[in-house]
């Protein structure tokens, strides 16, 4: 065993070093956004210096669901340059995804191995187009989903607190994962339940951020867009399109189809062997919002990819 958790440490390093290559080895990361961010720590910075004059022109919202990145950039950003700064926290995602990946495969039982394809996922659709808030927050996603299945099975107060501080924390890092992460554990908790008091009691931890949240919605009513349902072509659209997002292929419907084919045969595998446990159902729950949630949920802020 101490040996399988050396040989495991020995990938990650040497994983880890390689995934931070492509940050540090150049001077400006491929990031659409990142030139903003960069702009946004340095009016954060200076914004009481008179020589800026940034003052008169700008204020600064700390409470925000997608802060937390900005913090810890803007924290980096009184030791080293602005450019060091956002690579740090930058890094920091990218470390973290592989591990946050480690711990929900170990609460669901699965193969620890796969964690290492977070490395290789850092460098998807939210790095080029620079999305360091949503990039940041998906770690801390992760690292949710995994106390929340450890809570299920366990019921323990000190994993229900643990559980209810990273969804207050999530908050801060960024609303559409936090949404994605209560998605994805209220079912699964509600399920692991005995009875109704037992089910009310799991779901207690996924209420503490919904304060902060009516707060941010209600300051920010004015500015939100009207939701738009999914029509049902919208929905065969996302069914097609789903296997191509996961295996970054164009949508087919050859590639639908064995997809299809390779879930059933999953099914009855996990039937016949396991039974339909809380994590399965959840897994199918999830499926179906994906399909049918508003499109201002899949579209605009690419919850898809």
């Avoid at 946050?100 to 039982?109: H, M, P, R």
Wanted: hydrophobic share 55%.
């Amino acid at each position: 065993m101490n040996r399988n958790k050396g040989v495991y440490l020995a990938v990650y390093i040497v994983c880890g070093a390689a995934a931070l290559a492509p940050i540090w080895l150049v001077k400006y990361p491929p990031m659409t956004d990142l030139p903003q961010y960069a702009a946004q720590l340095s009016i954060i910075k200076n914004l009481h210096n008179a020589a800026f004059g940034f003052g008169g022109v700008f204020q600064v919202n700390w409470y925000s669901p997608y802060i937390l990145a900005m913090g810890f950039s803007r924290f980096f950003y009184e030791f080293f340059d602005v450019l060091t700064a956002l690579k740090i926290t930058l890094s920091i995602s990218v470390l973290a995804l592989p591990l946050s990946i480690a711990a929900l495969l170990k609460e669901a039982e699965a193969d620890p191995w796969l964690a290492f394809l977070g490395f290789p996922l850092c460098y998807g659709f939210s790095f080029y187009w620079g999305l360091l808030s949503f990039q940041f927050a998906v770690p801390f996603g992760f690292a949710v989903i995994a106390l929340g299945l450890s809570y299920g099975r366990r019921r323990r107060t000190a994993i229900a607190l643990l559980l209810a501080a990273g969804c207050l924390l999530l908050f801060f890092a960024h609303l559409t994962v936090l949404f994605c992460s209560i998605l994805i554990l209220a079912p699964y908790l509600w399920l692991s339940g005995r009875g109704w008091s037992d089910k009310v009691r799991n779901l207690t931890p996924l209420i503490a951020p919904l304060p902060l949240v009516v707060v941010w919605l209600a300051a920010a009513r004015g500015n939100s867009p009207r939701i738009r349902f999914a029509t049902p072509a919208v929905v065969g659209e996302r069914f097609l399109n789903l296997p191509g997002l996961l295996y970054d292929a164009d949508p087919s419907a050859w590639l639908t189809l064995l997809s299809i084919l390779w879930a059933c045969m999953l099914l009855v595998r996990q039937y016949k062997f396991r039974g339909f446990g809380p994590l399965s159902i959840t897994t199918a729950i999830v499926f179906i919002l994906y399909l049918v949630v508003p499109s201002n949920f899949v579209g605009d802020v690419f919850l898809s990819e």
